[in-house]
């Protein structure tokens, strides 16, 4: 079986560094000497979603860095929508063309699990080399609700993401099924990606989550078993952030959690606003500062708040898992519920949906705020941690084969699942045998 060394993978890298500098120079080259407004418009928009959030996009400083005023994007695209979706679409060219240069600089060489757990590694790295165009496509994805007019062109940009990851696992059993289930994986790795990437720690979590999901594809017995070290650092982490399940009211520091966390839930990390949410709370703006010490503390455990609303029975370490999921049909049924999207339903129902969107969302404003990285490092250590509580009901046969990262493995499935649910699977979302068909390739 023929291995893929870390020289291999810097090669490929130096590889696609220089196809990237000489596709560079060629576009130069053949660019006419002044690119239409139109284009440079659509330019300006791919780069302001990526550096400062889809929600927080001008139109005034979009027109402004390329020497035009607003009416020049009326003129061209409408309005917002017209220029996200124009936007959009170039994106998406990019992206595939990205893609493309990616499976062109490969070796010639079969893939297995070992080359294909480097792979992943490598891939999350070049995704990252090319932020602008990864980044747009993670800020419409975790903000499809608010920006519906890309909708289409992220049914557009999965489908091309299916096809590529199908084209990279072609020697792998049923590579179809496999590349529909591994997209959803990294599109929620690529998210923590971009807040994560400097932090050691991390890269050996993907290293072993990597390991994990490519034996399952490439169905290898324990041929590349998690390292037991990591694996149980991460069984035994504990929660940085307090489960506070009855608020006291009467404090003013719990009222101005308590509002935060209830503007979150609809509007995203933009929910936070100081003068705003201490209004509600019937205080200062410095009120916050005097209970959290400064505002990215405060939007840390407002965030962590937000995520905590309808918090499932299984995910809270103070309560027992018995009797929660009668068995695995039971709890497979239950699951579907959670990451599928339904609006103003109680309980579970559309749980993961919400909590997917706004991991995504911190994500990305982490990347840009690095004071929020605690919390996203935090989220990314939990990944797997109600799976693994309940592998006796998932895994019945196989449950003591089950470690800590493959129930990572697994969650990060279920959220990317989630989010791609409400973003374009309106009607056709994960039903339960699909997940049961996913924790029988994972164990």
């Not at 023929?2 to 130069?28: F, G, H, K, M, P």
């Not at 059993?173 to 400097?198: D, G, K, M």
């Not at 006796?392 to 493959?406: K, M």
């Not at 279920?414 to 374009?424: F, Q, S, T, Y």
Request: with cysteine; proline share 5%.
């Amino acid at each position: 079986m023929l291995y893929v060394t870390t020289r291999r993978i810097v090669a490929l890298r130096q590889d696609l560094e220089n196809r990237s500098a000489n596709d560079a120079d060629e576009a130069a080259a053949s660019r006419l000497p002044r690119p239409t407004a139109k284009d440079a418009l659509t330019e300006a928009t791919i780069r302001h979603v990526a550096e400062y959030g889809i929600d927080r996009i001008s139109l005034r400083s979009v027109a402004a860095e390329v020497g035009a005023t607003t009416a020049a994007i009326v003129h061209h695209f409408k309005n917002k929508d017209g220029l996200l979706l124009a936007a959009a679409e170039q994106a998406l060219a990019c992206d595939r063309r990205n893609h493309e240069g990616y499976i062109a600089a490969l070796p010639p060489m079969p893939m297995n699990a070992q080359v294909f757990a480097d792979f992943i590694s490598a891939y999350l790295e070049l995704q990252r080399q090319n932020s602008y165009i990864s980044r747009f496509w993670l800020e419409a994805l975790f903000h499809s609700q608010t920006f519906p007019a890309v909708s289409e062109a992220l049914g557009s940009w999965h489908a091309s993401r299916v096809e590529f990851w199908r084209d990279i696992l072609k020697n792998a059993e049923n590579p179809a099924i496999r590349a529909q289930n591994f997209t959803s994986y990294i599109v929620a790795e690529e998210a923590f990606s971009c807040a994560l990437h400097e932090n050691p720690t991390y890269a050996l979590i993907v290293r072993e989550t990597a390991r994990c999901i490519a034996s399952a594809i490439f169905d290898i017995d324990n041929h590349n078993s998690p390292d037991a070290t990591i694996t149980n650092w991460l069984k035994n982490q504990s929660l940085r952030f307090p489960i506070v399940t009855e608020p006291d009211a009467s404090s003013m520091r719990e009222r101005l959690l308590s509002h935060a966390a209830a503007a979150i839930r609809p509007k995203g990390t933009g929910g936070i606003s100081q003068r705003h949410l201490a209004k509600l709370a019937g205080g200062a703006p410095s009120m916050i500062v005097y209970h959290f010490g400064d505002m990215h503390t405060f939007a840390q455990e407002a965030i962590w708040r937000a995520l905590l609303h309808r918090l499932p029975h299984e995910f809270d370490p103070e309560k027992s898992v018995i009797d929660r999921a009668e068995d695995r049909s039971h709890w497979a049924r239950r699951m579907a519920d959670m990451i599928c999207p339904a609006p103003d339903s109680a309980g579970d129902a559309g749980f993961y949906v919400g909590y997917s969107r706004l991991t995504g969302q911190a994500t990305l404003l982490a990347s840009h705020q690095p004071e929020l990285t605690p919390l996203v490092y935090h989220l990314r250590c939990l990944e797997g941690f109600g799976t693994y509580r309940l592998r006796d009901v998932i895994w019945p046969e196989t449950s003591a084969e089950v470690g800590y990262i493959e129930a990572a493995a697994f969650g990060m499935w279920i959220k990317g699942e989630a989010v791609v649910n409400e973003a374009i699977r309106s009607r056709n979302c994960t039903t339960p045998e699909d997940i049961l068909g996913v924790t029988s390739i994972i164990a």
